[in-house]
């Protein structure tokens, strides 16, 4: 071979490499991540305690349909408009057919924990499972004997409308591995940050995102645009919100705010599911708003 060959003969088997560690860096980044359920199956759900996840976690503000009147019927329909495309919330109701009846709880654990169907593809994190994941095993189990308890909907679900690449859902795993993350923001120890961070998920809305729809930790809770691209979602950072607990507490169980006015937009939708919670579980969250970095 004379030099000239062999250099662009070694260029192609780089290229080549280099194409084939991709694609298996692709596939291992994509593919459906295994977890350990065995012990999961011993707990037995708490209704009464679920309850209080279901309400904590807002579940019903995306899945309880446009009919609001429809007390938790998990319908879903509920729209997102995103530079990404439109999702719309499915039905979970524990249809067979439309919902996920057919589910075991393995499966729900799955969809909670890992933000993966029961084939193993990825969820969009419209659905908050980056939240979510943090919830603890008991929690999980708890939220699912509840869950079991609510009315069935056969309504189908509508699909979403998203633009290319964005609707290849193995392309999410690419990005949970960069951007899923299991640690807490605030102080571990402190239980408020549990019932804030892995349930109420205030930060998925009140904290600013990258340009891959990422949250911007340093710049905690410090307001965001809204993702439907109308107005902005205020700050509720300590420097910028100077509410005391107590007015802070107040406008979750009641929307009103130390001027009276009342909770607009999806804020209403948080207030409707914390409103349900005992003035302990929110001062708690209030006292964790008082204490961000
Ligand atoms: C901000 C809106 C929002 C909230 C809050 C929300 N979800 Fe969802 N959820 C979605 C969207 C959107 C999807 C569809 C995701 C996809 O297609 O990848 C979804 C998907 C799901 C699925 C998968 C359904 C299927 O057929 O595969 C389950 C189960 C689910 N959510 C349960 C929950 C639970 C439990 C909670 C509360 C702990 C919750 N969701 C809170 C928006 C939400
Ligand atoms: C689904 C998105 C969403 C979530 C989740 C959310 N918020 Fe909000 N929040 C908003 C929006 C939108 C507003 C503006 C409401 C308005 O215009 O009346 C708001 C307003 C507020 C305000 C009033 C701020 C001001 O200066 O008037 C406080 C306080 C607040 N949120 C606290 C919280 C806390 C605490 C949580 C978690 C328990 C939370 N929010 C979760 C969207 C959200």
């Known amino acids: 071979m004379k030099i000239r060959e062999r250099v662009t003969f070694r260029r ?4 080549v490499l280099i194409f084939t560690l991709g694609l298996i860096f692709h596939f291992i980044l994509t593919s459906p991540k295994e977890i350990q359920t065995a ?11 679920g309850e209080r996840i279901f309400y904590a976690a807002g579940c019903g ?5 446009s009919d609001r009147s429809k007390n938790l019927l998990l319908t879903g329909g509920t729209q997102f408009e995103t530079q990404f495309g439109t999702f719309y919330a499915p039905n979970v109701s524990m249809s ?6 057919k589910w075991s709880s393995e499966d729900f654990y799955r969809a909670i924990k890992l933000g993966q169907n029961p084939e193993g593809k990825h969820y969009y994190p419209v659905f908050p499972y980056t939240s979510y994941s943090r919830m603890s095993d008991q929690d999980i189990m708890d939220l699912w004997g509840f869950w079991k308890t609510l009315p069935v909907s056969d309504e189908p679900s509508k699909e979403h ?64 645009s ?3 691209g109308k107005g902005k979602i205020p700050s509720i950072h300590p420097d910028d919100l100077k509410w005391t607990k107590e007015e802070i507490a107040e406008y979750l169980s009641s929307g009103l705010t130390p001027n009276y006015d009342v909770a607009g937009g999806n804020m209403a939708l948080v207030v409707e599911n914390l409103s349900k919670l005992s003035k302990e579980d929110l001062l708690l969250i209030a006292s964790y708003i008082k204490n961000v970095k």
């Open 161 to 224: 409308k998203l633009f290319l690449p964005f609707n290849m859902r193995s392309n999410i795993g690419v990005w949970k591995s960069l951007f899923m993350k299991e640690e807490f923001v605030g102080d571990n120890e402190n239980p408020s940050t549990y019932l804030v961070e892995a349930l109420a998920h205030c930060s998925e809305c009140h904290t600013p995102r990258n340009i891959f729809g990422a949250m911007k930790t340093k710049q905690w809770m410090r307001g965001a």
């Open 226 to 228: 809204n993702p439907s």
């Open 39 to 49: 012990s999961i199956l011993a707990l037995d759900g708490d209704l009464v305690k």
């Open 96 to 101: 067979k057919d439309y919902g996920i009846g």
């Open 61 to 65: 503000s995306c899945h309880i349909g």
């Open 12 to 15: 192609s088997v780089f290229i």
